[in-house]
């Protein structure tokens, strides 16, 4: 089987502003970036594009399904991104040091107030990933998701420990391929 990790175009925020589960909405450069990623995808004919609800992802979704005829999209909460809880929309700088100090220490274990841990995020979404029906070797999906279930998703499979996750760079509409053999997720790193 034949995975696409398909990252989010541009999301329609401004910068230095902290956002997870936010459901915000993307730029006016989504056409030209859906343009790039429908390049790059050309000729894979996926059996199901799922997605994560927030409409950064769901809108990319939807135009993956247009594009690529009579492909169902199945939405999971399983593939938000992560919960920054009482810090979600505030400017990064509002944020009490008090809160962010011991979270920029320990992310992986240590969670924003009311929102989840990094280490809360991977087990999200390696459930996802382990309820995965592998009906065939040949099939092929997409995965439209956010940078954090990406990147706990690939450091899991790479051995990378998970503080050091963001050492995997995922720009907006990224596309990583994973294939599933043998019982195994492989990352063919692009």
């Not at 056409?31 to 050309?42: G, P, V, Y």
């Not at 997605?51 to 492909?71: I, M, W």
């Not at 499979?157 to 990583?176: C, H, V």
Request: charged share 25%; proline share 6%.
């Amino acid at each position: 089987m034949e995975i696409y990790l398909i990252r989010h175009t541009t999301p329609d925020i401004e910068k230095g502003i902290c956002y997870g589960q936010a459901d915000i909405s993307v730029t006016d450069t989504f056409e030209t970036e859906l343009s790039e990623i429908a390049t790059q995808l050309k000729g894979i004919h996926p059996s199901v594009i799922y997605s994560s609800p927030l409409q950064r992802c769901t809108t990319l979704a939807r135009a993956l399904q247009k594009e690529f005829k009579r492909t169902e999209v199945q939405i999971d909460v399983r593939l938000k991104e992560v919960d920054f809880g009482n810090w979600e929309l505030k400017p990064w700088d509002a944020i009490p040091q008090e809160e962010i100090n011991p979270w920029m220490k320990d992310f992986v274990h240590i969670s924003p107030p009311n929102g989840e841990s990094f280490i809360q995020l991977q087990k999200r979404i390696l459930h996802f990933f382990e309820a995965l029906p592998i009906l065939s070797i040949d099939k092929k999906i997409f995965i439209v998701a956010h940078a954090g279930p990406i990147r706990a998703f690939l450091a899991s499979i790479s051995n990378t420990p998970l503080k050091d996750a963001f050492s995997i760079s995922l720009t907006y509409g990224q596309i990583e391929k994973v294939l599933y053999k043998d019982g195994t997720f492989v990352w063919q790193k692009s």
